[in-house]
């Protein structure tokens, strides 16, 4: 079976010095206590079009509040979550709370999409596919509401099985986003055989590209990619106003980051829209 833990282990191990935030410890008993007790919440980050400033949706972002650890983030416990089956619950429970969010900000008016990171073991579980579409018929949220990102090395790992999970996602409607474009190996024949409706291009080709021809010409690459592809484009990681001028002007729909926004708890959002429309607008 194939993990995250598997391609974590390539990256390089950041020099001590940088790795500042140090790993919080979690064992799988207290995983699965955290599943038990809803522990878990999320937060969300702005999907911001770079033609008028206008917040187009959101991601959910796992968070866990553990009574005494404090908050703990996703890639400190998502990759043990996985490797011991825990996962799958996990999803479901990201997805109950979005889908609550979505129908708040329905209600007040506020037409999002909502954006859910999906692990790679989940596209070899047709039965969270299934899950999935039932509580999101439930909830009375259409399908198109929801869009459903799926990491770039977790698809390539087994073409063949994903297609399977995602052919069925997209014929029930929800979108499909290739998340951290750029950092896995896909073809373009890999790219155009599964039905995604987004790509995502990560943030290690958005941040700084302004300063950098060489990120520049990879960034325009990947947002040509999109375009002929026929996907709607989005740029993760934006933290600074020139990098986010230099996407607008390369073509790239959208723009996520620290610039527009951090990850909020839910009931901040119609607030910080009230506040930053104009400033994203004319940036
Ligand atoms: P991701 O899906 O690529 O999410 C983007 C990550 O980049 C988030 O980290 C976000 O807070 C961070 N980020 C956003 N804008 C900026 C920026 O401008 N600068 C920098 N430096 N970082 C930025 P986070 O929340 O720690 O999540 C990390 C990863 O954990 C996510 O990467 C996703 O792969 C995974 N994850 C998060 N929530 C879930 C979940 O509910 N289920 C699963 N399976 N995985 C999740
Ligand atoms: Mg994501
Ligand atoms: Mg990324
Ligand atoms: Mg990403």
Redesign the pocket.
């Known amino acids: 079976q194939i993990t995250l833990d598997k391609y974590a282990n390539k990256k390089p191990t950041p020099p001590p010095e940088l790795n500042r935030q140090a790993k919080v410890v979690v064992s799988v008993p207290e995983i699965a206590s955290a599943i038990i007790n809803k522990q ?1 919440t ?2 969300f ?1 702005p999907k911001i079009l770079l033609a008028n400033g206008m917040i187009k949706g959101v ?5 866990w509040q553990h009574p005494e650890k404090g908050m703990i ?3 400190d416990f ?1 990759p043990l ?2 490797e011991h089956g825990l ?1 799958h619950d ?2 479901l429970q ?1 997805l109950e709370m979005s889908l609550e969010w979505l129908q708040y900000w329905h209600a007040h008016g506020l037409n999002l999409n909502v954006a ?4 790679s073991l ?1 596209l070899a579980d047709l039965g969270l596919v299934e899950q999935i579409d039932q509580r999101v018929s439930n909830s009375g949220i259409t399908p198109q509401s929801i869009t459903l ?1 799926i ?1 770039e090395t977790a698809v390539m790992a087994d073409v063949a099985l994903s297609l399977n999970s995602l052919a069925r996602l997209r014929l029930k409607g929800f979108g499909l986003s290739i ?2 474009y750029g950092t896995g190996f896909s073809s373009m024949q890999q790219l155009a055989r599964i039905p995604f409706t987004e790509l ?1 291009i ?2 290690s080709f958005v ?1 700084g590209a302004s300063d950098s021809l060489q990120l520049s010409n990879m960034l325009s690459i990947a947002i040509e990619t999109a375009r002929k592809l026929g996907l709607h484009c989005v740029a ?4 600074n106003a020139d990098d986010w001028v230099l996407l607008k002007r390369l073509g790239c729909d959208t723009a ?4 527009a926004a ?2 909020m708890p839910g009931d901040e959002l119609i607030d910080w829209i009230k506040q930053n429309s104009k400033r994203l607008r004319d940036l």
């Not at 996520?256 to 610039?259: A, I, N, S, V």
Request: charged fraction near 30%.
């Open positions: 878990f999320t937060y980050q991601e959910t972002l796992i968070r983030m996703p890639n998502i979550a996985e996962i996990i999803t990201v859910i990171n999906l692990s989940s990102e990491t998340d951290d995502k990560d943030r941040d993760e990681g934006v933290e996520q980051g620290y610039l951090k990850p």
